[in-house]
């Protein structure tokens, strides 16, 4: 299985099942434009851990663990088998709205799936 991270807001660089990994619709995005096969707010950090974060560099470390302990619950576990099963034997696109793509939830979740069994 191959997984692509990818910005909402550029242009598609890879082909797959284009998946939107936030809690909150992208600013400006119309359903449209995401060409969208899914919406997985459960795998999405909680907004308690996103606010906290704030996409603040130096909270990073930290940011990844709790992720990674909120990826561990059962809802979400169950959310990402979903996903994967959905995809098939397509790649994967998880698309979020974040600037930052060296700080972004998606590569702690790009992990995540890769290692679920």
Known sequence: ?????????????????????????????????????DWCKDIAPSTDL???FGHDPEKWTDFK???????KAPAARDAARDLLKKAGKKSIVLLSGTRDTDHVHTL???????HLT
């Open 65 to 71: 663990k709790r992720y990674q302990q909120e990826l």
């Open 50 to 52: 996103r606010k906290w």
């Open 1 to 37: 299985m191959t997984i692509y991270l990818e910005r909402i807001y550029n242009e598609p660089q890879h082909t797959g099942y284009r998946v939107l990994a936030d809690r909150i619709w992208p600013r400006g995005m119309t359903k449209e434009k995401a060409r969208l096969d």
């Open 108 to 114: 702690v979740l790009k992990d995540y799936l890769e």
